[in-house]
């Protein structure tokens, strides 16, 4: 099946490269196939005295930069393979854990993802963002404790960042310590914006009557968010009428 792009009246072929990728695998690019990849621009100047020479890319360029693009489109599983087939290419280079750890924790592979993400933490200790996808992914996987470690050991790095805050004050709501998961949050966006994410975590939880009791509190701000007032308003609708 071909994929095209629609502009106007025209239809463009998106790009053959990546599509011979998946037909065909990063390794099946060999000797027989650099022929016909490489005809449509070798054909207009003459064999012996070319316009200019194209280095044929390695098949582990093809394979990472495929699976960049592949990754921009949403396709995990895909763009996993790539990364994989990547590093069995050429396992001298350094492994690829940065662009693996993230995509194993979104196909729910927390195993994986936290592997790599250890590598990633080892190699760059001071990357905040990297210690708050990690802690993230610890979060997602109930590996609460260890969560709490990395998200902790973050913030000694770096204490004023606010969404490692924020991913703190999630971690400690989980493990069911609302007290320090307000106090968090509010270190993070104010006692406003905190008191409305527990009410989002609350209904998230099915506690619907903990959820009405921070949005009442944050409602009573003297710069109330119009968002805390609707989901107020609707939850006390649909309270009232069960």
């Not at 000797?31 to 100047?45: I, N």
Request: aromatic fraction near 6%.
């Amino acid at each position: 099946m071909t994929t095209r792009l629609r502009t106007g009246n025209r239809s463009t072929v998106l790009p053959s490269l990546f599509l011979l990728l998946f037909t065909l695998g990063c390794g099946s690019i060999g000797k027989d196939k650099q022929v016909d990849f490489l005809k449509p621009f070798a054909s207009t100047a003459p064999h012996k005295a070319p316009i200019y020479s194209q280095t044929m890319p390695s098949e582990y360029t093809l394979c990472v930069e495929t699976a960049k693009t592949v990754a921009q489109q949403g396709h995990a599983v895909e763009a996993i393979k790539l990364y994989e087939r990547a590093e069995t290419l050429s396992p001298e280079l350094a492994a690829l854990n940065a662009e693996l750890a993230p995509l194993y924790a979104s196909v729910k592979n927390y195993d994986d993802s936290i592997t790599r993400y250890q590598r990633c933490v080892k190699d760059s200790p001071t990357n905040i963002e990297l210690s708050n996808n990690f802690a993230w992914t610890l979060m997602e996987a109930r590996r609460y404790e260890e969560a709490l470690t990395e998200a902790t050991r973050g913030l000694q790095c770096e204490g004023d960042t606010t969404r490692l805050q924020a991913t703190l004050a999630m971690i400690h709501y989980h493990r069911g310590d609302h007290t320090k998961a307000y106090q968090q949050f509010a270190k993070a966006h104010g006692p406003t914006v905190a008191h409305h994410n527990l009410s989002l975590l609350e209904i998230d939880s099915g506690n619907l009557e903990s959820a009405m009791v921070h949005l009442r509190i944050a409602n009573q701000s003297p710069l109330p968010n119009a968002e805390t007032e609707v989901l107020l308003t609707a939850l006390e609708s649909q309270t009232t009428q069960h």
